[in-house]
């Protein structure tokens, strides 16, 4: 089994910077990529950004390019998702994944609460 705990997100002005992380833990040797997903209220959950353990690959929804960068470290199991240029648009639940395959995600976080006040 994998365990992933997010932390990092709050309150901050538009404009503003966060950084996520997610911490795996557990059977975690087999990963193939991690993602970072969002939901609003009354929205669909939609990935945000992902990045492939071993290359460090990396993908990103149109409205974040330029404004959110992903990054990993292997050796402490964790994703990072560094946030600029926050804007009111960008408040979700943003919650890590895990996927030990190219088709899907395995595992996921609880979720982190991103609020970004205008």
Not at 11 to 39: E, K
Not at 66 to 82: C, E, H, P
Not at 89 to 105: I, K
């Amino acid at each position: 089994q994998v365990q992933l705990v997010e932390s990092g997100g709050g309150l901050v002005q538009a404009g503003g910077s966060l950084r996520l992380s997610c911490a795996a833990s557990g059977r975690t040797f087999s990963t193939y990529h991690m993602a970072w997903f969002r939901q609003a209220p009354g929205k669909e959950r939609d990935i945000v950004a992902d990045i492939r353990w071993r290359t460090g690959n990396t993908y990103y929804a149109d409205s974040v390019k330029g404004r959110f960068a992903i990054s990993r470290d292997n050796a402490k199991n964790t994703v990072y998702l560094q946030m600029n240029t926050l804007k009111p648009e960008d408040t979700a639940v943003y919650s890590c994944a895990m996927g030990l395959s190219p088709n899907g995600f395995d595992y996921w976080g609880q979720g982190t609460q991103v609020t970004v006040s205008s």
